[in-house]
C-alpha cells in the first residue's frame, strides 16, 4: 500500500520483509545487545542465528526502542513520499519506551497527522493486527466513492 495513509509498526511484530514490502508497510527496527556487541533487528540477519545464539549461550539479550530520530526518519520519510495519515502500531508503552520514542517524534513531524495505536501485543500477535490494518486501509482506499446526491 502507498500512498494518503501509511501503516507503521517496529520489528517486533516479527513481520517478514516480504509481507512488509507488499503491504507497504513500514517497520521500523528495533536494538538488540548480545554478547557485548549491538544489532538492529531490520531483517538482514538470519533468525536461525538468533536463535543459534540463544541455544549455544547463557546470554539474554537486551533490547532498546528505536531513538526518536530513527522514527522522525520514517516519519518525515513517508511525509516527504506523499503520506498524509500515518497508521502506527506498536508494542506497548508498559513493555517498551518504544511507543514513548514514536509518540515524541510524531509530535516533532509536522504536515502529517500520526495516529498512534498501542496493540497489546508481541510478535506475530501484533503482526496479524499490523496485516489486518494494512489489508482493510488498502481495501478503503481500493473503494470507489459514488455520490448520488
Do not use: C
Request: charge should be negative; avoid cysteine; glycine fraction near 6%.
Amino acid at each position: 500500500m502507498s500512498g494518503r495513509i501509511r501503516v507503521v509498526t517496529d520489528s517486533v511484530s516479527d513481520l517478514s520483509q516480504a509481507i512488509a514490502q507488499r503491504l507497504g508497510i513500514e517497520v521500523v527496527p528495533v536494538y538488540f545487545s548480545l554478547h557485548g556487541q549491538t544489532y538492529r533487528d531490520d531483517g538482514s540477519m538470519e533468525p536461525s542465528w538468533f536463535f543459534k545464539q540463544l541455544a549455544e549461550s547463557q546470554a539474554i539479550p537486551q533490547t532498546a526502542a528505536p531513538s526518536i530520530q530513527d522514527f522522525v526518519q520514517v516519519y518525515e520519510r513517508l511525509r516527504d513520499e506523499g503520506a498524509e495519515h500515518i497508521v502506527t502500531l506498536f508494542l506497548d508503552a508498559q513493555l517498551s519506551s518504544l511507543k514513548h520514542h514514536a509518540l515524541r517524534a510524531a509530535e516533532m513531524t509536522n504536515e502529517v497527522s500520526i495516529h498512534m495505536l498501542g496493540t497489546g501485543q508481541v510478535t506475530m500477535g501484533q503482526g496479524w493486527l499490523v496485516v489486518e490494518a494494512a489489508d482493510q486501509l488498502a481495501s478503503e482506499m481500493n473503494t470507489v466513492h459514488v455520490d448520488d446526491g
